[in-house]
């Protein structure tokens, strides 16, 4: 019989898993642990896993079902309904996005606009694309920008009538009734974050025809209510929110109903978490512990709930 | 003591100059009532502004305005009340008449800009006094009442004492108004060319400025005996003040972008507002409009000319017209200016652009707007005794 | 608005008495064993209690309003699940029991009223997927083109349903053009047995080598037909088949169920041969190289090749390169394939490596970008090769293994011909030694079992073979290989260059396969290959270390970019024979094969045996239009070489190839086209051309569209059928071969557009729709299949679901007889939130009673059945895709390194025979092999890819994406870019020595320019422009329409961008079709040299 060769393992100089990389896969936790065991003993899994990384064995002989036991959503939203049983003033909700994992695919600025059913000319997380370097040395950077929720949030004390305030979990919410409409929200907020209703729907002008399914069927998807605020909100006439500020919520009205939001459901690259930071086994308070996360704007002193890891 | 009387000899028949004010009003209610339209019937959708960019050709309007009324009756009552300018105080009811339809005219044209104008009162009803905005209105329904008052009594020339009392109380009233005028910009953090407490002094010098210009205006216009040399006196005095405060808030205003465009300032956003301004698309709206016709043209008359009637009309006119060239400039590049690099590409709709200038509906609305002051003004000039009248008659 | 109050939040803390700790017990039982769920009461009840509390905020979260089936946005498949509010579909979510969008997907088990408040994620076209249901534009009735205008003037007549089919099955003078035949006269042949009898001669006619004798046959199968002649396109062509195959069925998107339907209806109903789709325009090289290299030796020859490919089996891969694939914005797809990779390259330590002309979304993430010249991946694949040999970096161990039982002994699956014998004829390599010419076996005959004479291969030891076997050397000892033995292992030495005496004495020259591989990489050195690809040779050497450092957990990942060039069917051999130096087959981390479950229920023979459910099945045979079910030398239109238009042996669904064959009648003429989700003209490279053919009656007599809207080529159509949306139909969206679990996704319908026409076949109502055309021109023309017999005696086929229901019903069953391998039956929660989520639909669309007589009122067959519908699928559960190392789902056959069936295919250009084995070919050759050369002035290659925000020709109608990316642009380098004087967002024109105009001719009276928009950028390889798919339409609602005389007025949005496949070039030897990859079909899309100036 032939000579029998098993190929060189990976060679130690590219392939040693560094403590940051190792606490990295092990927060990002879909990856590293496996949940039950973290929620019912967060230390023995550590030290375990601290052993195998001293040991450097981290990652070998490991079978792939003990490496990642769930979707890193799942545990997130397992992490919510946990935070849920908590009285609102104790949760501080927020997002972390991880620019390494983010591929500007613009899924949950498009899940964003399908959940709240946002007109033409809102949107509540666009994501800004931007390319650096010099052929062939480029790079490119995709940052999606939420509401901030910022801690000290500059486009609520500017609000004349209180239509936009904090909530008890930390949450700047609209309220639509009360809103004027006057955008001076919109200039105070240093990241662009509130946009303004203009009462736009995708489908106005187009073709009512014999033979064609026309406006009158095709428009039922954007009449259809979003439930911001856990109200419903049918698109009719200049009937709030046309007219309004609106804003990103972090999806409030998912989230009391144990449901993450949906920028956070739906991102593929699984750049964005959110969670309870007051919980500190939380996935999000292991993340922004991290020495590589940052704050847009950050000498603004607005305090963004919303952390991005670079 | 020359009498300012009201001129009810005159009869109400028979074309005068001044029905040109209103059959021009008419005409541009008329032109301006389609735009009003379209914003009665779809809102803000028709209008140029949007969320990046979400105040513009109105708010700048507004602002304007609002100087020329408050920096007007500022003025007039300093140097009426405080000042005792007793030739000013003839055209009382003048300056009261105009300040309050220019007044009328700010607040339509900002209840424009609200999204939802049918919810104004909620301001009165669920007050944030941490908003700069809730002071401006409330500030501003003061102001209106006060003047409202003072118009009343002027015009039946009665309450003299009560008339000098709320004179004097519109004083610290409008100067705060003015002062909360600028501070809704000047308190924008995100905002760096707002954000400095000198705004709310530039508003109050241009306030004045514009002022001073105004009541040059009305009197190189209205006063009665343009030959007499309390006409003279008055006017050189005018043109003196709004001279020295156009120099003076110049010089100022200069001190304050060369800071910000030294090495860039230490913070680039700041400064590419201001490039945007001196160099940007319309930089001949700040170098032409406003250094040129609104400046260096009317100080030059105030200073060198002003023996000139005509030059002296046409300086103050030019530097009314072109002030609304400054509160442009302060409203919209700042805002065109992006906050994040790429956010207008990142999703787009007009209404998410960068891009603003103001369209055609916008400028509807300010023609309705101002087709109803001159409708109001002109009817006003020939049916309340408004305009001062010769005092041999 | 109504104001439902937001519960106070501090009160529901308060109500929920449960302490933490049990609550972080609980919570950790639902998400890593749902199954555990219902061992847990306690736990239903406070979930149950909890939700009660929180319910009214988002009111979409109960299950009863949502419906879980598969997207087809794009032809990934991902599993979703549609919130439905009061019938409207209200938002779409990523269906969590589906791997595509949760990893890993929750327990199959997990009850789905726990379900409602999980999701998975979807891309932006996933979440966009209601504009394409509730589209304006789309058509609900019947669109006839108006009598006496031309094809494509966009004049169109709403008709009956009747009506159309009436006039498309009885033709007549439809368009005051003069007659045109419908589908009755066309339907010639209709009986099976005769079709049955003509097929088995024609197969005699094909295979008689003689020129003489293959004459004799044809004239003795005229003698013998006579009576039914008139019924063959031409008796003196029998091979051509029946009239019947004038009827062609060309499909763009067609997915499995409707596929199976197709199949029905045009060959085993109408008996054509030709039902063709769109794979060559897709990755045909790429399925075909795949096919090749899975053709298995059944004893007498190579055959059962699937059309396939391999993907990585990402999630465990540790080292990756991607050649061509455009992995965060393409490919099958973001859902699926994006997460193992961000997750794996920041969490896990995978390392990447893009080779791509472009700077894609993947490749900003990447440990390297390789920007290679387009069409010379496989220099870089055989330079990386040539390393491996030279630096022995190859898994000897995987190779050596030469069949199944020493593949199996060395705990592998699979195993390849590697070291298998081959002669060399004239220094070149032909067939595979066998053992007899060899003399190390003697031909026996013996009596089988049945007592039936059969001959056996005995070797002198007295080992039997069945066929006479072939042959490797081991330790220098020739030895017989049986490559399916499990019990012979053969172990074989790798590289043999030798000569052997054979039998009669005589000295041959032999090599191992091997062998082969090793020489053709040594042709170049590193330097060359690198200076072919224009990248650095150092950049080999580190991709051929990098690859071979990571046992079988490193991979090679290639999709479009490498496959379609003409070259395109060895690139992608080059790259499946890398991974297989390595032996990453069947490998954690290495490359994986799509395995589904049974839809058809032939595995399990039942609980409904679909492909033998028919009451008389028609027998199509002949050759198809695209002349790939025979070789042209077995033809009887041979006629020397080249040939008219070229022969496809090795590919199937040549897309390219439908229009002009039409144009050009040959084979033969043909008189009706069906087109179904197919933009043939929009999604071609050189797509223009086929316009010629589309809009002239005389070529193409009668076209018939199923379509959702006026589209690019339906537009040319004489009838369009208004067909459901992805949202409202079913179908079986199978799986990809990177999902390493055994699947199936269920399309089921979601919802029903408020008015939507229902229409009468087989005196029942259902909807307009794709079947509805197809059970209704079955009923007029009483297709064997269909109708009250259709299925059997006594087996209607009058609805949809008779069909669809029961693959469902198969799919619950599994696929052991015993119904060992069923689904669990749905309780009655789960039927309660079946029928309540399904409340809105119309009686014809749903109706319970009904669909649970299909299943015969089997009441446990109907619970399963909800079980697999509530889901919208079935998935094998996280865990068991594995075995040990091994996939379980593994393809475990051989993989054909050298391939002895390819070396003996001729190629009908040239004449000479293909290459059995990974070589290198320059790219863009013309169909006769030469090189094109179009001068200087054309100086840029152009290339084309996938925004994540758009498909092809379907999404334009999806605005909420066009605010992301309104209008596509043409990416050009800032060094090309300063030298041309070119400025971002200049309008430029595009074009090209086969379109110099640069426009699309729409043969309707108006032009549409290529002229886009220019984005400069630093991320592409200068000298290489590329666009974005999905833009520049000019129907789907982009331009006017008239319909009953009044104008439909055009949607600005969708005219956005520009679409530049006119300026692909064409083969300058048809002249009239895309430049094509002879041996494995690919439509070439890569290698254009166009010019690029401001317009
Ligand atoms: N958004 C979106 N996703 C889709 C689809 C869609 O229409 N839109 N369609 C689905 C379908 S049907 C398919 S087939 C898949 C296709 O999936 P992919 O094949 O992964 O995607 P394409 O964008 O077609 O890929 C072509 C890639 O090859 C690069 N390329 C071009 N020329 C060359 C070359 O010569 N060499 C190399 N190495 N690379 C080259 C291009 O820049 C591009 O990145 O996508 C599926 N997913
Ligand atoms: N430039 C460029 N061209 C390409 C590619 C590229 O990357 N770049 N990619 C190629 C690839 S990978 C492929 S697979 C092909 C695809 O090419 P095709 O399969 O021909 O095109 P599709 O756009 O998928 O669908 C075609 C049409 O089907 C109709 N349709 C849409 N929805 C439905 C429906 O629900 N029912 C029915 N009956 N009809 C419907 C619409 O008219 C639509 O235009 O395009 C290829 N063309
Ligand atoms: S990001 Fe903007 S809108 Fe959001 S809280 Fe901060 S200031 Fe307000
Ligand atoms: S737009 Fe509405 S929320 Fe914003 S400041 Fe004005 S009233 Fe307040
Ligand atoms: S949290 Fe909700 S509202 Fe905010 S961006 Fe995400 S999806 Fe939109
Ligand atoms: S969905 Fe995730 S990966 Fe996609 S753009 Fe948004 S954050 Fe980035
Ligand atoms: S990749 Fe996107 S469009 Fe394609 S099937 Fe999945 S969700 Fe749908
Ligand atoms: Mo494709």
């Given amino acids: 019989m032939a000579e029998q060769e098993k190929l060189t393992p990976h060679s130690t100089a590219s392939g040693a898993v560094s403590r940051r990389n190792f606490l990295g896969a092990l927060a990002a936790a879909g990856a590293v642990a496996a949940f039950e065991q973290l929620a019912a003993n967060p230390q023995a899994v550590l030290a375990a896993y601290e052993e195998q990384i001293v040991q450097g064995t981290l990652g070998q002989g490991r079978s792939s079902a003990d490496l990642k036991a769930l979707d890193v959503l799942e545990r997130m939203r397992l992490e919510l309904l946990r935070a849920l049983q908590k009285p609102a003033s104790e949760r501080r909700w927020v997002m972390v996005i991880d620019l390494r994992k983010c591929i500007g695919c613009h899924a949950c600025t498009i899940g964003c606009v399908?959940?709240?059913?946002?007109?033409?000319?809102?949107?509540?997380?666009?994501?800004?694309?931007?390319?650096?370097?010099?052929?062939?040395?480029v790079a490119r950077r995709f940052i999606p920008r939420p509401c901030m929720q910022c801690e000290n949030p500059p486009c609520v004390p500017v609000c004349p009538v209180n239509a936009t305030y904090t909530n008890a979990e930390g949450i700047v919410e609209m309220d639509y009734e009360r809103c004027i409409g006057c955008r001076y929200c919109l200039t105070a907020c240093p990241y662009s974050a509130r946009v303004s209703d203009f009462g736009f729907t995708y489908t106005e002008e187009l073709p009512v025809i014999q033979g064609l399914l026309g406006t009158a069927t095709a428009d039922d998807y954007e009449r259809a209510p979003n439930f911001e605020y856990g109200k419903q909100y049918a698109r009719q006439g200049r009937a709030s929110p046309v007219g309004n500020a609106r804003k990103c919520h972090f999806c409030q009205h998912r989230i009391l109903e144990g449901v993450l939001p949906a920028c956070v459901t739906t991102c593929i690259g699984r750049a964005t978490f959110f969670g309870d930071a007051n919980d500190p086994e939380s996935l999000v308070a292991e993340l922004i512990a991290r020495p590589n996360v940052l704050r847009l704007r950050e000498e603004l002193g607005t305090e963004p709930r919303v952390y991005y890891l670079k | 003591m020359a009498q300012v009387v009201s001129e009810q000899?005159?009869?109400?028949?028979?074309?005068?100059?001044?029905?040109?004010?209103?059959?021009?009003?008419?005409?541009?209610?008329?032109?301006?009532?389609?735009?009003?339209?379209?914003?009665?019937?779809?809102?803000?959708?028709?209008?140029?502004?949007?969320?990046?960019?979400?105040?513009?050709?109105?708010?700048?309007?507004?602002?304007?305005?609002?100087?020329?009324?408050?920096?007007?009756?500022?003025?007039?009552?300093?140097?009426?009340?405080?000042?005792?300018?007793?030739?000013?105080?003839?055209?009382?009811?003048?300056?009261?008449?105009?300040?309050?339809?220019?007044?009328?005219?700010?607040?339509?044209?900002?209840?424009?800009?609200?999204?939802?104008?049918?919810?104004?009162?909620?301001?009165?009803?669920?007050?944030?006094?941490?908003?700069?905005?809730?002071?401006?209105?409330?500030?501003?329904?003061?102001?209106?009442?006060?003047?409202?008052?003072?118009?009343?009594?002027?015009?039946?020339?009665?309450?003299?004492?009560?008339?000098?009392?709320?004179?004097?109380?519109?004083?610290?009233?409008?100067?705060?108004?003015?002062?909360?005028?600028?501070?809704?910009?000047?308190?924008?953090?995100?905002?760096?060319?707002?954000?400095?407490?000198?705004?709310?002094?530039?508003?109050?010098?241009?306030?004045?400025?514009?002022?001073?210009?105004?009541?040059?205006?009305?009197?190189?216009?209205?006063?009665?005996?343009?030959?007499?040399?309390?006409?003279?006196?008055?006017?050189?005095?005018?043109?003196?003040?709004?001279?020295?405060?156009?120099?003076?808030?110049?010089?100022?205003?200069?001190?304050?972008?060369?800071?910000?465009?030294?090495?860039?300032?230490?913070?680039?956003?700041?400064?590419a507002a201001l490039q945007l301004i001196l160099a940007g698309p319309f930089w001949w709206s700040f170098w032409i409009v406003h250094i040129g016709l609104g400046v260096i043209v009317p100080v030059v008359i105030y200073f060198v000319f002003y023996k000139n009637r005509w030059l002296l009309m046409l300086g103050a006119a030019l530097s009314v017209i072109t002030f609304v060239a400054v509160t442009l400039n302060i409203v919209i590049p700042v805002l065109v200016t992006p906050e994040l690099e790429g956010l207008a590409e990142a999703y787009q709709h007009q209404k998410l652009s960068l891009d603003y200038v103001p369209n055609l509906n916008e400028w509807l609305v300010v023609t309705f707007v101002f087709g109803f002051g001159a409708l109001l003004y002109g009817l006003g000039l020939r049916f309340l005794p408004v305009l001062p009248k010769r005092a041999q008659e | 608005m109504s104001d439902k109050p937001l519960l106070p939040e501090p009160e529901r803390s308060e109500t929920c008495a449960l302490s933490r700790r049990d609550f972080l017990k609980l919570s950790a039982a639902t998400g890593g064993a749902a199954a555990l769920l219902g061992s847990l009461p306690a736990f239903d009840q406070l979930l149950a209690a909890q939700r009660q509390a929180l319910s009214g905020n988002s009111p979409l979260s109960a299950p009863e309003r949502q419906i879980y089936t598969v997207c087809l946005q794009c032809n990934t498949g991902c599993g979703i699940k549609v919130k439905i509010w009061e019938g409207i579909a209200s938002k779409i979510e990523g269906n969590p029991y589906s791997p595509w969008t949760l990893h890993p997907h929750l327990p199959y088990s997990t009850p789905v009223a726990e379900a409602g408040s999980i999701e998975g994620g979807l891309c932006p076209k996933g979440q966009a997927g209601l504009q394409t249901a509730y589209d304006p534009y789309r058509i609900v009735s019947v669109l006839k083109r108006r009598p006496g205008t031309k094809r494509g003037e966009g004049q169109w007549v709403t008709i009956s349903f009747e009506q159309a089919l009436d006039e498309i099955i009885n033709g007549g003078d439809l368009f005051g053009e003069g007659p045109v035949e419908g589908l009755k006269d066309v339907y010639a042949l209709r009986d099976a047995k005769v079709a049955k009898a003509m097929s088995d001669f024609v197969k005699r006619i094909v295979d008689e080598k003689d020129a003489e004798k293959k004459r004799a046959l044809v004239e003795e199968f005229k003698a013998t037909f006579a009576a039914d002649l008139d019924k063959l396109i031409d008796p003196d062509h029998p091979d051509l088949g029946p009239k019947n195959n004038q009827f062609a069925f060309i499909w763009g998107r067609l997915k499995n169920g409707r596929g199976d339907l197709v199949r029905r209806f045009v060959l085993s109903g109408l008996g054509s041969i030709n039902a063709n789709g769109h794979t060559t325009v897709c990755q045909g090289s790429l399925y075909f190289a795949g096919k090749a290299l899975s053709e298995q030796w059944d004893g007498s020859k190579f055959t059962g090749g699937q059309k396939f490919y391999w993907q990585a089996d990402l999630k465990n891969s540790r080292f990756v390169i991607f050649i061509g694939a455009n992995m965060f914005e393409a490919n099958y797809g973001p859902p699926l394939r994006v997460t193992p990779i961000t997750e794996g390259a920041v969490d896990r330590g995978l390392r990447y490596?893009?080779?791509?002309?472009?700077?894609?979304?993947?490749?900003?993430?990447?440990?390297?970008?390789?920007?290679?010249?387009?069409?010379?991946?496989?220099?870089?694949?055989?330079?990386?090769?040539?390393?491996?040999?030279?630096?022995?970096?190859?898994?000897?161990?995987?190779?050596?293994?030469?069949?199944?039982?020493?593949?199996?002994?060395?705990?592998?699956?699979?195993?390849?011909?590697?070291?298998?014998?081959?002669?060399?004829?004239?220094?070149?390599?032909?067939?595979?030694?066998?053992?007899?010419?060899?003399?190390?076996?003697?031909?026996?005959?013996?009596?089988?079992?049945?007592?039936?004479?059969?001959?056996?291969?005995?070797?002198?030891?007295?080992?039997?073979?069945?066929?006479?076997?072939?042959?490797?050397?081991?330790?220098?000892?020739?030895?017989?290989?049986?490559?399916?033995?499990t019990e012979l292992p053969v172990y074989g030495d790798l590289f043999v260059d030798t000569t052997l005496q054979n039998a009669k004495g005589e000295t041959i020259t032999v090599k191992s396969g091997l062998q082969i591989i090793r020489e053709s990489a040594f042709e170049k050195t590193i330097e060359e290959y690198a200076a072919i690809a224009d990248i650095q040779p150092s950049d080999i050497i580190e991709l051929a270390r990098e690859f071979t450092s990571y046992g079988t957990q490193a991979v090679i990942d290639i999709h479009r970019g490498a496959s379609q060039h003409t070259n395109g069917f060895y690139t992608s051999f080059i790259f499946f024979t890398l991974n297989a130096l390595i032996g990453n087959f069947d490998h954690k981390g290495g490359l994986s094969k799509p395995t589904t479950y049974d839809r058809l229920g032939s595995r399990a023979k039942g609980p409904f045996d679909l492909a033998k459910m028919n009451n008389g099945a028609n027998v199509p045979f002949g050759l198809d239009i695209l002349r790939t079910t025979i070789s042209y030398e077995k033809s009887t239109i041979f006629n020397g070489y080249p040939a008219k238009r070229p022969w496809f042996p090795l590919a199937t669904d040549v897309y390219q190839e439908d229009l002009p064959s039409i144009g050009d009648a040959y084979p033969y003429p043909v008189k009706i086209a069906m087109f179904y989700m197919s933009a043939i003209n929009y999604a071609l490279p050189a797509g223009h051309t086929t316009i010629e053919v589309l809009a002239d009656p005389k070529k193409l007599p009668l076209i018939i569209a199923s379509d959702i809207f006026v589209g690019e080529t339906s537009m040319y159509a004489d009838y369009i059928f208004p067909d459901l949306s992805y949202l409202e139909r079913w179908e079986f969206h199978g799986t990809h071969p990177s999902v390493t679990y055994k699947v199936e996704n269920v399309r089921n319908p979601a919802i029903s557009l408020p008015g939507w026409p229902m229409v009468k076949v087989y005196g029942q109502e259902i909807p307009l729709s794709f079947e509805a055309l197809v059970l209704g021109i079955a009923e007029r023309l009483n297709l064997p299949g269909f109708g009250p017999n259709g299925l059997g005696e006594g087996v209607p086929f009058i609805y949809p679901e008779d069909y669809y229901l029961r693959m469902v019903a198969n799919l619950a069953f599994g696929e052991k007889e015993d119904g060992s391998n069923s689904v669990p039956e749905a309780d009655d929660r789960e039927v309660e939130i079946f029928l309540k989520a399904r409340a809105h639909l119309p009686k014809q669309v749903f109706d319970p009673v009904r669909w649970k007589a299909i299943l015969g009122n089997d009441e446990k067959l109907w619970r399963q059945t909800i079980y697999v519908l509530n889901r919208g699928g079935r998935w094998q559960d996280e865990g068991k895709d594995y075995k040990g190392d091994l996939l379980s789902n593994a393809y475990a056959k051989q993989i054909n390194l050298y391939q002895e069936k390819t070396a003996k295919t001729i190629n009908s250009m040239t004449g000479e025979p293909f290459a059995g084995y990974p070589r290198y070919y320059p790219p863009h050759l013309s169909s006769t092999g030469k090189p094109i050369e179009d001068g200087d002035e054309y100086a840029f290659t152009l290339i084309t890819y996938k925004e994540i925000t758009m498909t092809k020709a379907r999404t334009i109608s999806n605005y909420w994406l066009l605010a992301v990316m309104p209008e596509n642009t043409l990416l050009m380098n800032v060094a090309d870019a300063q030298r041309l004087g070119l400025r971002n967002g200049d309008l430029v024109r595009i074009s090209s020595a086969s379109n110099p105009r640069g426009v699309w001719d729409l043969r309707n009276g108006s032009e549409v320019p290529m002229v886009g928009r220019l984005k400069v950028v630093q991320g592409i390889r200068p000298g290489v422009v590329a666009f974005g798919l999905g833009w520049g339409h000019w129907a789907s609602g982009a331009r006017d329409i008239v319909i009953d005389g009044q104008t439909v007025k055009g949607d600005v949005r969708r005219l956005a961008g520009f679409h530049a496949n006119a300026a692909m070039r064409t083969d300058p030897v048809l002249q009239d079709v895309t430049l094509t990859d002879i041996a494995g079909g690919s439509a070439v899309f890569y290698s254009t040299k166009v010019k690029v100036e401001k317009a």
């Fill in chain 1, 114 to 137: 399908a959940e709240n059913k946002l007109p033409p000319g809102v949107v509540y997380r666009p994501v800004i694309e931007e390319e650096f370097g010099t052929y062939p040395n």
């Fill in chain 2, 9 to 271: 000899k005159r009869p109400a028949a028979g074309f005068r100059l001044t029905d040109l004010i209103w059959i021009l009003g008419v005409v541009a209610l008329l032109i301006g009532a389609t735009g009003m339209l379209d914003r009665l019937r779809f809102g803000l959708a028709p209008a140029a502004i949007g969320s990046y960019v979400p105040w513009g050709l109105w708010v700048s309007f507004y602002d304007y305005l609002v100087w020329l009324e408050v920096g007007s009756l500022l003025l007039f009552s300093g140097l009426v009340y405080l000042a005792h300018n007793e030739s000013l105080a003839k055209i009382k009811p003048l300056v009261l008449f105009t300040g309050f339809v220019v007044l009328l005219m700010a607040l339509i044209l900002v209840a424009m800009d609200l999204g939802h104008f049918e919810r104004f009162w909620h301001v009165y009803v669920y007050a944030d006094f941490d908003s700069m905005i809730t002071w401006m209105v409330w500030l501003h329904t003061a102001y209106l009442i006060l003047l409202a008052a003072e118009l009343f009594l002027a015009l039946r020339g009665t309450g003299k004492g009560l008339l000098k009392v709320l004179g004097i109380v519109s004083l610290p009233l409008g100067l705060m108004l003015i002062l909360v005028s600028g501070s809704i910009f000047g308190v924008v953090a995100a905002r760096p060319l707002w954000n400095t407490s000198n705004l709310p002094l530039m508003f109050f010098i241009s306030a004045l400025a514009s002022g001073a210009s105004l009541l040059l205006l009305l009197v190189t216009v209205f006063w009665a005996d343009k030959q007499s040399e309390e006409y003279t006196r008055l006017t050189q005095r005018l043109a003196q003040i709004a001279g020295w405060l156009m120099l003076g808030g110049t010089f100022i205003a200069g001190v304050l972008a060369f800071t910000i465009l030294y090495q860039g300032g230490g913070n680039p956003q700041r400064a």
């Fill in chain 3, 353 to 485: 490596v893009v080779v791509d002309p472009r700077f894609s979304k993947v490749a900003s993430k990447a440990w390297k970008w390789i920007p290679i010249k387009p069409g010379e991946d496989s220099a870089l694949g055989l330079g990386m090769m040539r390393w491996m040999f030279e630096n022995d970096r190859i898994n000897k161990r995987f190779l050596s293994a030469a069949n199944k039982a020493a593949a199996n002994a060395i705990g592998e699956a699979s195993w390849t011909d590697a070291v298998w014998l081959v002669h060399i004829k004239n220094g070149k390599p032909d067939k595979l030694v066998r053992a007899l010419e060899l003399g190390l076996v003697t031909r026996q005959t013996e009596q089988d079992k049945d007592g039936k004479e059969v001959t056996v291969y005995v070797t002198e030891d007295g080992v039997k073979f069945k066929f006479d076997p072939f042959v490797a050397l081991v330790d220098g000892k020739p030895t017989p290989v049986d490559p399916n033995s």
